[in-house]
């Protein structure tokens, strides 16, 4: 089975610090994401990407910046964190980016 | 943006019952669909998927509904139990890129 790890599975954070929410996955899929999950919004790609070095802005990149220095690890960094950064934030991860994404369990990010 | 997912926000069955979870897609060149289903605390799960040449798929309890017409997607749980209790979302390919709606969520009353 794909496994997706996200390192933390709550944070609290303050406003402008440098937040870093690193995601694994462990099945060699080139692709992986990041998506932020709110009530009544959905899902929400922020960043993917579909190889090493490599990141692809999503449909509200504004405020993130993302890091694949390693095919297994996809990091998402706040540059400088808000309050309306607080979310649940989703790593998925696909073998193809026509293929079902495989997601991580979450990291429920607060920031005061 | 894609506009996905028109599902009602809940849903109540009683245990042993059939349940229907519906969704609403707006782009009549998506060619293939996935239900997902997310329990309290953890990340969404792969149910099940279809594809745009088919109109129905079944797997162990679930049979997904593909109408094409009226761009209408069905997520439909046979014999109900305490452990579907979730929120069901469906995810519509688009291109290269999945939309996601924002989910129903299922109560299965004892």
């Known amino acids: 089975d794909v496994k997706v790890t996200q390192s933390s599975r709550y944070l609290v954070k303050r406003t402008g610090e440098k937040v870093f929410l690193e995601c694994v996955q462990d099945m060699d899929h080139e692709n992986m994401f990041w998506y932020r999950q709110d009530p009544g919004l959905g899902l929400r790609l922020i960043y993917f990407?579909?190889?090493?070095?490599?990141?692809e802005k999503g449909d509200i990149p504004e405020g993130y910046s993302v890091s694949r220095e390693k095919k297994e690890r996809f990091s998402l960094i706040l540059e400088s964190a808000s309050t309306n950064q607080t979310s649940m934030y989703l790593c998925?991860?696909?073998?193809?980016?026509?293929?079902?994404?495989?997601f991580g369990d979450g990291t429920r990010l607060s920031i005061l | 943006g894609e506009s996905v997912g028109l599902h009602l926000p809940t849903l109540s069955v009683q245990e042993g019952d059939n349940s229907i979870i519906n969704c609403a897609y707006s782009n009549s060149a998506s060619d293939y669909f996935i239900w997902y289903k997310q329990e309290s605390g953890k990340g969404p799960q792969f149910i099940i998927d279809?594809?745009?040449?088919?109109d129905k798929r079944q797997g162990q309890r679930v049979t997904v509904l593909l109408n094409k017409t009226v761009k209408h997607l069905s997520l439909q749980i046979a014999a109900t139990q305490p452990g579907d209790s979730a929120v069901y979302f469906c995810a519509e390919l688009t291109g290269n890129q999945f939309y996601f709606g924002t989910g129903t969520s299922l109560t299965v009353i004892p």
């Open positions: 990407s579909y190889d090493v070095k490599m990141k």
């Open positions: 998925a991860s696909s073998f193809d980016s026509t293929w079902p994404q495989h």
């Open positions: 279809i594809r745009s040449n088919m």
